[in-house]
C-alpha cells in the first residue's frame, strides 16, 4: 500500500498543482474543487488514513495544519476555512492516504452537516 494514488502524486509520477513541497509534506489543488479554494495536504509517507497516526506522528500533524493554515491566506481565503480530514468508512474516506481538505474562498463555504 505505498505506492496509492497520493503516493504518487507526492511523488512527482502523477502530476498535480502543487501548492507548497517541503521534505515530508505536499499540498496541491483538489481535482474537482468544491469550493473556489480547495487544496488538500497530504504527508509524503503513506499514512493510511488519521486512524492510523501514532504518538510519533504528532509533529508531522501539527505541521501539516500549520501549514494548511498559512496556504489558506496565500491561496485565496484569507478571512477563515475549513479543514476537513475524511476518516474511514463512515468518514466517506475516498483516497486511502491521510490528507487534509483546505476549502475556502470569498464566501463562506456554508453550514458544516446537514443536521438530521
Ligand atoms: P476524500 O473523499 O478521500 O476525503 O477526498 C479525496 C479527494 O481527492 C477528493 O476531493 C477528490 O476530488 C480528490 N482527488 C481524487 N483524485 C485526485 C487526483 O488524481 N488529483 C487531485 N489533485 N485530486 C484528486
Ligand atoms: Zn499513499
Same mark, same amino acid.
Given at each position: 500500500m505505498?505506492?496509492?494514488l497520493f503516493c504518487r502524486i507526492a511523488a512527482g509520477e502523477i502530476p498535480s $498543482? %502543487?501548492?507548497?513541497?517541503?521534505?515530508? #509534506?505536499? !499540498?496541491f489543488h483538489d481535482i474537482n474543487p468544491a469550493r473556489p479554494v480547495h487544496l488538500l495536504v497530504i504527508p %509524503? $509517507? /503513506? #499514512?493510511?488514513? +488519521?486512524?492510523? @497516526?501514532?504518538? !510519533?506522528? @504528532? *509533529? +508531522?500533524l501539527g505541521r501539516m495544519l500549520a501549514i494548511a493554515?498559512? +496556504? !489558506?491566506?496565500?491561496q485565496g481565503s484569507p478571512d477563515g476555512f475549513r479543514v476537513i480530514i475524511n476518516t474511514g468508512r463512515v468518514g466517506h474516506q475516498e483516497v486511502q492516504h491521510? /490528507?487534509?481538505?483546505i476549502v475556502g474562498g470569498p464566501d463562506p463555504?456554508? *453550514?458544516?452537516l446537514k443536521r438530521v
Open positions: 505505498d505506492r496509492c $498543482r %502543487k501548492v507548497h513541497e517541503d521534505d515530508e #509534506i505536499v !499540498a %509524503k $509517507r /503513506h #499514512i493510511t488514513s +488519521l486512524a492510523t @497516526v501514532s504518538d !510519533a506522528d @504528532v *509533529p +508531522l493554515n498559512r +496556504l !489558506a491566506t496565500e491521510l /490528507h487534509i481538505h463555504v456554508g *453550514p458544516m
